[in-house]
């Protein structure tokens, strides 16, 4: 599969081992870029700056999202996606800790895809994880990148 990136945008160190952990655990060996906040991921998204030599016409399968980031926050990358023709159609899945229902209401008010609350539990947390990996990288039917 050409697109088998996944993007996780994630300022927290532990909860990007235990997401990498959880992908290992359950065999899901697509190449994992991580952002550490959503300047970063729109960097990557967009080929700027850091990733200007990137090949922007590679995007990723899917995108895990957490909310609260630094420099530029999860919902504001969500909106910069959406609104961007190249990327207006990637899957973007909101995982975060979150429990403020305004963050669901608004994640899919600017067009999330699907909004998961991280579990405590780490063995949950890894089931979560394969049956993201499942759905978004072997079940689902994407968008084309170009329309």
């Known amino acids: ?5 996944i993007l996780l945008v994630e300022d927290n160190p532990d909860d990007e081992a235990l997401t990498l952990r959880a992908l290992r655990k359950k065999n899901i060996a697509n190449e994992v870029v991580i952002a550490r906040d959503g300047a970063e991921a729109l960097d990557f998204l967009f080929a700027k700056r ?7 016409n590679i995007l990723p399968a899917v995108i895990l999202l957490d909310l ?3 420099k530029i926050d999860g919902l504001e990358v969500l909106k910069a996606i959406r609104a961007d023709q190249r990327t207006q159609f990637l899957p973007v ?5 979150s429990n403020e229902e ?8 600017h067009g ?5 609350r991280k579990p405590v ?3 949950e947390f890894a089931e979560a994880i394969a049956q993201l990996g ?3 990288l072997v079940l689902n039917q994407s968008a084309p990148t170009r329309v």
């Open 1 to 5: 599969m050409a697109n088998s990136i």
């Open 50 to 56: 850091a990733f200007k030599d990137r090949d922007a």
């Open 68 to 70: 609260k980031l630094p």
């Open 93 to 97: 899945v909101v995982l975060t800790s």
């Open 102 to 109: 305004k963050d669901l209401l608004t994640s899919y008010r």
């Open 112 to 116: 999330c895809n699907s909004y998961i």
């Open 121 to 123: 539990d780490f063995d």
């Open 134 to 136: 499942l759905y978004w």
